[in-house]
């Protein structure tokens, strides 16, 4: 194991703290300004230090299924069990009802063309057309490039 004096100036708790913010999705240069200390150190302390290693990775790992889970639900609709506070004459009352949320096109174009990329991706197709005015400027080009001296 590394170095864990104050050369580096790693401290343990710092796995838990750098999980935290990489559920919320906290990039490598986000945890240096947390930790007061530079990316490169960030990526020193990575290599160095297996337990933060896992804790970046496991909070990473937990923020990007959390978010794949809401985009699966977007991108396929969902319900969401609602509830307001209304006024009525005995005082407020709380009043619950289910909202459906359609299926959001684009998240689902998004989810397919990233996870089934073979069939989904976007398709460009070029059509290559030279008008005749074209292939002739060319084919003098053409000429002349063999009609040049090699040395």
């Known amino acids: 194991m590394g170095k864990r004096g104050p050369a580096s100036g790693f401290k343990p708790e710092y796995c838990k703290l ?4 990489c559920i919320l999705g906290a990039t490598n240069e986000q945890l240096a ?12 302390w990575l290599v160095q230090f297996p337990e933060f290693k896992q804790a970046v990775h496991q909070g990473r790992a937990v923020a990007d299924a959390d978010v794949a889970e809401s985009l699966y639900s977007r991108a396929t609709g969902y319900d969401r069990k609602i509830e307001k506070i209304v006024a009525t004459p005995d005082g407020p009352e709380v009043m619950s009802y289910t909202r459906h949320y359609e299926a959001d096109t684009a998240a689902c174009v ?36 063999r009609g040049v001296r090699r040395s």
Do not use: C, Q, Y
Request: glycine share 4%.
């Open 33 to 44: 300004e947390l930790f007061e200390v530079s990316l490169s150190t960030i990526g020193a």
């Open 18 to 21: 750098a999980r935290k913010f």
């Open 110 to 145: 998004f989810w397919l063309r990233n996870r089934r990329r073979d069939l989904w991706r976007e398709r460009i197709e070029h059509e290559h057309r030279a008008s005749p005015d074209m292939l002739a400027l060319l084919e003098a080009a053409g000429e002349r490039a």
